[in-house]
């Protein structure tokens, strides 16, 4: 038994990550046969096994296990983690710094991992993110619906998260982005491969201002599998997921219904009852679904109590313990007023893009909050720095 | 204390009539003081006391006392009812055969008696109707979807109850009157001076194919209240509400709340969410109402179990205790085959109207069934006539 990652002097913690970025080569995302082998076995020994050194794994037949052995020996673990690396792609691992917690409420069919490109934190962002989602071919209606939705929830300090595909997708990432918002796409192919190509540049600006986000290896492709299997991870990351336009049989249903199994929001925006396209959104608001017309419903929802009554939310996480970025920007943030964020980005010395990153961070920590188009400190974030509300 | 309808030669039971009309002039509609005097004192001792024999009543200003005697004093109930004898229009008491019993759900604000008018039965029609109202001013899709509800409801053997108004309401009925189907208006003004005017031909209309009904006396007009304690008697009569398009404070709303506390179906018809007309809707659908998009699913509500397994219900009625006129329509259905409404007027001798009349009082009693464009016995009845089905 050889060593499997020869010349690159692993450690045994480099040798875990090694080994669990070959498993996102082989087991397909969801599999929960796949999920079970790592929980009951651990990863080294998954992929061991499926190296050949061990016995056959149990719950595949002897053909599957064959097609499996064959993309466990073609995988290059390393070779990908360098191409993420020179991608700007990270790999967040389950139990890490960075891993969202609500994605374990996925059991065996929780990511092996994610691959992540652009600046936020993803856990940090996850905290407080919505799903809008719906169909490809949507209306104008859909469009702007979706548009408006998204930016809406920006501007309340949500994260919008969606699928990176034309039509509701789209219009949701654009909507957030617009509202200098941010926004989270989960693609169902490797994150250095947009898809759908029209969306290369929609996809980039993404992970210039916010998050891309997925479960396979770098150049790995989408199947329709692939992509309804994606939903499950949009459904698991957010506390809601709201389905804008969706035919009967959409794939927007399937996140819906899985954001549903989850104990996660299911909301809907209705249309016309003559739409085709408004028809499974129907379908969804007849079962459990609540339905929506504006992000203030979105956010009375998603928000809890909590959100009525902000004043009553500190900080979540002590000043000392933020990421240096993440405290630079707190710090550039005026006491008494609102600045926009370019304003606050020439103080911290950052982009503003990254800027923009750290305050939807620092939000979801209880630190900062939107007002109009600017941000302000919280009045728990003041009395955190004073002592007290300002004036007492 | 001299006979209040002198020269009249009124009987004992002809008085109560009389009594019960004098207060439909007196006592506004809805108003529970009112009722708890009929209840309490009885309709003939109210009067009585309304023409000043006897102690003032119970819960009113000295001042609003004075208004309700003056009334009294200027009613005339005898020629009210000639007025509308020659109308064509009947009055209908609680209590008697034609009264729909599920108006008592009003408590005190049941109406005092309705003045009708039309062939068929209120009391068979209100027993599977439904209600379809909305806005005024409607837009194309709020006419399109309740002309369509309305023909699909009339197509199922359902009656379409609305209040005559422009709009949604208008919209309602003709759906209904051209699907060949049942429909009752109930307005907020005596039932011989249709409003509004531009309905005129349309309340003719509906008085010949189906029922006009009102609580208000001969050549009484609306005003803003009455319109609204209209609605809770459509709430009343009906199984459920359905609700089209209707702004924020829309009197179809106040139907809908109706209906829901009388323990009816509230049912809501979705729009877009950027649309005005529809934000009345959305609101009732975010509460309690179910939302519908066609008649089918109205009628998988109203209907209850019976209606997904129609052959299990039996006629209600024995056939012996049928209306001649009802009789008649019925021995004049095939045996086997459907037949559209107008052969089957040939065959009963009477007109298409007063068949289509009888034949919706057959479907509430169980005895036929819509079939496409035409009637048809159904199983039960077809037993009921033979001793078993055909072929046994």
Known sequence: MGDP??????????RDLLDRVLLTRVIEPGDEVGGRWVREFGVREVARRLRGEGAVLPGVSGKRWGG?????????????????????????????????????????????????????????????????????????????????LAA????????????????????????????????????????????????????SRIAQQG????????????????FILRNRVIAALTRGTVVVEAAYRSGSLVTARAAQRLGRHTIGVPG???????????????????????????????????????????????????EPAARRVLAALPARRSAPAAEIARGAQTTEDDTIARLYELRALGYVERHGDGWKL???????VRGGPSGC
Chains 1, 2 share one sequence.
Not at 290 to 297: H, K, P, Q, W
Not at 378 to 384: E, K, L, P, V, Y
């Open 152 to 203: 809406g929830l920006a501007e309340r300090g949500w994260v919008v998260v969606s699928g990176g595909a034309y039509g509701v997708d789209g219009a949701a990432h654009r909507g957030a982005l617009g509202a200098g918002g941010a926004t989270v796409a989960v693609l169902a192919c490797g994150v250095d491969r947009p898809y759908p190509r029209g969306h290369t540049e929609l996809i």
């Open 68 to 148: 499996l052995r064959a993309r466990a020996a073609q995988a290059e673990p390393a070779r990908d983690l360098a191409v993420a690396r020179d991608a700007g792609v990270r790999f967040v691992c389950p139990g890490t710094g960075e891993w969202p917690g609500q994605l374990d409420d996925l059991g065996d069919a929780r990511p092996l991992g994610l691959w992540v490109r652009g600046r936020p934190s993803l856990r940090m962002w996850a905290l407080r993110s919505v799903a809008v989602v719906g169909a490809r071919a949507c209306t104008a209606y859909g469009a702007h619906m979706a548009a408006t």
């Open 378 to 384: 919280t009045r728990q974030a003041m009395i955190s």
């Open 5 to 14: 990652y020869p010349g690159t002097g692993a450690e045994s913690s480099d």
């Open 272 to 322: 016309p009852a003559t739409s085709a396209l408004s028809a499974g959104v129907h379908e969804l608001l007849r079962a459990d679904a609540v339905l929506v017309t504006d992000a203030a419903e979105v956010v009375e929802l998603v928000g809890g109590m909590g959100e009525l009554a902000p004043d009553r939310r500190g900080p979540v996480l002590p000043r000392d313990l933020l």
């Open 211 to 226: 998050l891309v986000v997925g479960e396979l290896p770098p150049g790995d492709h989408p199947t329709p599998s692939r």
